[in-house]
T-cell receptor
Framework: GAVVSQHPSWVICKSGTSVKIECRSLDFQATTMFWYRQFPKQSLMLMATSNEGSKATYEQGVEKDKFLINHASLTLSTLTVTSAHPEDSSFYIC??????????FGPGTRLTVT | KNEVEQSPQNLTAQEGEFITINCSYSVGISALHWLQQHPGGGIVSLFMLSSGKKKHGRLIATINIQEKHSSLHITASHPRDSAVYICAVRYDYNTDKLIFGTGTRLQVFP
């Protein structure tokens, strides 16, 4: 099946710094990728829809200037958490789908902001 | 109120037991997904349904469009089935966006 990778798998950063998370589709072209955030023992929350070659669509309540999304190619989308704060500590997951609408999820990135 | 509700929230079982997890949603959908999330966080798509029933190994998923309800069954449960099972729906044929349930945490003991 289709494979989606994420890098890094975990990251610790200091408050006020920025962190970039990469999401790659390894064996297919992904015109659309989704970024989710998951707090402990909660379900996934969609943050934004990333479209190749155009601006991302952010969900209500998600600050687009804080969570910068770039989808510059058909196989790579990046999420940059700018000026990170401890409350941004979470599990970030990306996903994409093929024409069949099957969803393929990345393994996730655990961000801890100290 | 969540648009997608799952029950139970937590479930424990002995190895070999038959497991049922339920999912209800509020409006018509184009597709429903059952996902499995292991303790490390990785998510695997188990099924995508728009009608009827699907089976894969010991897993069976059913959906009743009229009643807006889906069930995930696990036959002969095993400790390796321990995970969080998440129901997610797509409401619109023109979007890939999913709405997620809160998940059911399953623990199967030997």
């Amino acid at each position: 099946g289709a494979v989606v990778s994420q890098h890094p798998s975990w990251v610790i950063c200091k408050s006020g710094t920025s962190v970039k998370i990469e999401c790659r589709s390894l064996d297919f072209q992904a015109t659309t990728m989704f970024w989710y955030r998951q707090f402990p023992k909660q379900s996934l929350m969609l943050m934004a829809t990333s479209n190749e070659g155009s601006k991302a669509t952010y969900e209500q309540g998600v600050e687009k200037d804080k969570f910068l999304i770039n989808h510059a190619s058909l196989t790579l989308s990046t999420l940059t958490v700018t000026s990170a704060h401890p409350e941004d500590s979470s599990f970030y997951i990306c996903s994409s789908d093929l024409l069949s609408y099957e969803q393929y999820f990345g393994p996730g990135t655990r961000l801890t902001v100290t | 109120k969540n648009e997608v509700e799952q029950s139970p929230q937590n479930l424990t079982a002995q190895e070999g037991e038959f497991i049922t997890i339920n999912c209800s949603y509020s409006v018509g959908i184009s597709a429903l997904h059952w996902l499995q999330q292991h303790p490390g966080g990785g998510i695997v798509s188990l099924f995508m349904l728009s009608s009827g029933k699907k089976k894969h190994g010991r897993l069976i998923a059913t959906i009743n469009i009229q009643e807006k309800h889906s069930s995930l069954h696990i036959t002969a449960s095993h400790p390796r089935d321990s995970a969080v099972y998440i129901c997610a729906v797509r409401y619109d044929y023109n979007t890939d966006k999913l709405i997620f349930g809160t998940g059911t945490r399953l623990q199967v003991f030997p």
